[in-house]
């Protein structure tokens, strides 16, 4: 089964500076397009899309430009953007000259909440859809009430979850996200991206302890409405890109032929791609 990562971070510190890396020295080096096809190809992954990997603002449109032409493979690009500043549209400008963009994203995961809280981010969001550009929520699990109402008040913006919503997975508190989920899922406009929870899930994690996750995602998207990707390299934290492609094999044990090909390739497609 053929599959098309959704969520492929490379890292060219040559060219970008990626302040965030610092405090990350497992990962705090060069990660290049032809490294990860190298063991990607074997997998099975035919195509990925570069997600931005928060490199300084100053090398916001300039690392979008140099990934929207890295690699036949990479399919496209979720480039960076903040939306919370009123020239947004200027950038949506500047963003539709470079080829094979195909969505943005604002990591908001690290920053005040309030951020994204205000009328015009809400307002720029709702600028993305005549653009056919599609915008990737970034938020850690006790924050997953902030995406509600940037998704209602862009309706005919197609928004995708990054990395489950980032839960808990070892507290009470999950069962807060699974309620967050539910919710978050009610709204047409947003997809779930079955991503991350190798990293989040601790050095100790297991098909079964990622089970849960992986299920209530399904159970609350719905098996049209979810996407697959690697987060490599942040999952090499805890398992190898190989180690992901076996598990997330091992977790879709059970389903239907159409069922593992609409979360591999068919909905990431017709997501980001159509």
């Given at each position: 089964m053929?599959?098309?990562d959704t969520h492929l971070h490379l890292i060219y510190p040559d060219r970008f500076s990626y302040p965030w890396l610092e405090g990350f020295d497992a990962i705090n080096k060069p990660w290049r397009v032809e490294d990860y096809f190298q063991e990607a190809l074997a997998l099975g992954i035919e195509s990925a899309l570069h997600m931005e990997v928060d490199a300084a603002e100053r090398d916001?449109?300039?690392?979008?430009?140099?990934?929207?032409?890295?690699?036949?493979?990479?399919a496209g690009v979720i480039a960076a953007c903040r939306p919370e500043k009123e020239d947004f549209e200027r950038q949506l400008?500047?963003?539709?000259?470079?080829?094979?963009?195909?969505?943005?994203?604002r990591v908001l995961h690290q920053s005040p909440d309030e951020l994204s809280q205000t009328e015009v981010f809400r307002d720029?969001?709702?600028?993305l859809a005549k653009h056919g550009l599609s915008f990737d929520l970034c938020l850690r699990g006790?924050?997953?009430?902030?995406?509600?109402?940037?998704?209602?008040?862009?309706?005919?913006?197609?928004?995708?979850l990054d990395h489950c919503g980032v839960p808990d997975m070892t507290t009470e508190n999950f069962a807060t996200w699974q309620a967050d989920i539910s919710e978050l899922a009610k709204r047409p406009n947003v997809a779930g991206k079955i991503s991350g929870?190798?990293?989040?899930?601790?050095?100790?994690?297991?098909?079964?302890?990622?089970?849960?996750?992986?299920?209530?995602?399904?159970d609350s998207f719905g098996w049209n409405r979810v996407v697959w990707g690697s987060d490599h390299p942040v999952c090499t934290l805890t398992a190898s890109l190989t180690?992901?492609?076996?598990?997330?094999?091992?977790?879709?044990?059970?389903?239907s032929e159409t069922e593992i090909a609409s979360l591999l390739h068919r909905n990431a497609e017709r997501i980001y791609l159509s």
């Open positions: 053929r599959i098309l916001m449109f300039a690392e979008s430009e140099f990934m929207a032409s890295i690699h036949p493979r990479v400008e500047m963003f539709t000259q470079i080829p094979n963009i195909r969505g943005l994203r720029n969001l709702g600028l006790d924050q997953l009430a902030l995406a509600r109402p940037l998704v209602d008040a862009a309706p005919d913006t197609q928004f995708i929870i190798i990293a989040y899930g601790g050095p100790d994690w297991s098909i079964q302890s990622l089970k849960p996750t992986f299920e209530h995602m399904i180690q992901w492609v076996k598990t997330t094999h091992s977790l879709l044990t059970g389903a």
